[in-house]
């Protein structure tokens, strides 16, 4: 059942950046819809856009995020409990040992992030420390060296640079519009050779430039950070081979208050949702219901 779950989820994730791929590709031909009649130099112009985001993102993540949220990195000698169980875990898990960070929040929860194993770091709040004991410990810990093991740190940070450049390109189309730019020069028997068909693909183009592309961004990452959940806790318990421990730490930070100074750019990142928002739907959760995570771990 494990391991089912495991390549079931790895499946889901492939098809989901897939899905990211070819919505960043639509929203940059939006763009060049709107700005050239043409696709391809969006597209292009799209590009250019990811690897800036990309080379500002990838120079130095983990103290961008954990600066974001506060993080304080953390010696052996301040806490030894708790760089004893992540050391073990990272052995149990093959991987470097991550560095260590303390958020001092009294809402109980977690993180990990960086670019790579050997380039990783976890975070735990001080409320994580005071309400779990050993073994709920290691389940949440499990699961943060389950997604450093995982590449899922990666895939968080690839998913943040395509969302920030797709609302970059969003917001750039919004002002184009606004200021009157664009189309200005054009003949008339340019703007006219298209008829019906081209001013139909022209607002379609901008309808997905500016809604619909940055929408379905957001879903996909949203999905994206639901299935890498389920795989880390199954992770969590392929390491500590105790799915009670996760089950009853979940349980804890369920009920619990959320953060009072949390990164909402960062949510996707905690081992549940430090805001804790009221939703109508489960589409734009961050996080799969926690009964649901609890349901499949007592299933394995």
């Known amino acids: 059942m494990l391991y089912e779950q495991i390549a079931r989820n790895k499946r889901k994730t492939f098809l989901v950046m897939f899905l990211f791929a070819v919505i960043f590709v639509l929203v940059g031909a939006g763009l060049g819809q709107l700005l050239w009649d043409k696709p391809l130099p969006g597209i292009l112009t799209a590009l250019v856009v990811a690897l800036v985001y990309s080379f500002l993102v990838f120079q130095d993540p983990v103290n961008v995020v954990m600066s974001m949220n506060h993080g304080q990195e953390l010696r052996e000698e301040d806490n030894p409990q708790l760089f004893h169980i992540v050391e073990d875990m990272a052995m149990v898990g093959q991987i470097p040992m991550p560095k260590v960070y303390l958020i001092p929040d009294q809402s109980p929860n977690a993180f990990a992030t960086g670019l790579s194993p050997d380039k990783s770091a976890v975070a735990v709040t001080q409320g994580l420390l005071d309400m779990m004991d050993r ?166």
């Open 135 to 300: 073994e709920e410990l290691e389940g949440v810990l499990g699961h943060e060296i389950s997604h450093i093991r995982n590449y899922d740190i990666r895939l968080s940070m690839v998913a943040l640079v395509l969302v920030s450049a797709i609302s970059f390109i969003s917001q750039f189309a919004q002002r184009w519009i606004w200021y009157g730019f664009g189309g200005g020069d054009r003949d008339d028997d340019d703007r006219d050779s298209g008829g019906a068909l081209g001013m139909i693909i022209g607002v379609i183009g901008v309808v997905f430039v500016l809604i619909l592309g940055p929408l379905a961004a957001a879903l996909a990452q949203m999905a994206l950070s639901r299935n890498r959940e389920y795989l880390a806790d199954a992770g969590s318990v392929e390491l500590t081979r105790n799915p009670q421990g996760l089950i009853s730490a979940l349980t804890k930070i369920e009920n619990s208050q959320p953060m009072k100074a949390a990164n909402s750019a960062s949510a996707s990142l905690y081992i549940e949702d430090p805001i804790r928002r009221p939703s109508l739907s489960h589409l734009f959760d961050t996080h799969p219901p926690t009964s649901e995570r609890i349901k499949r771990l007592q299933e394995m």
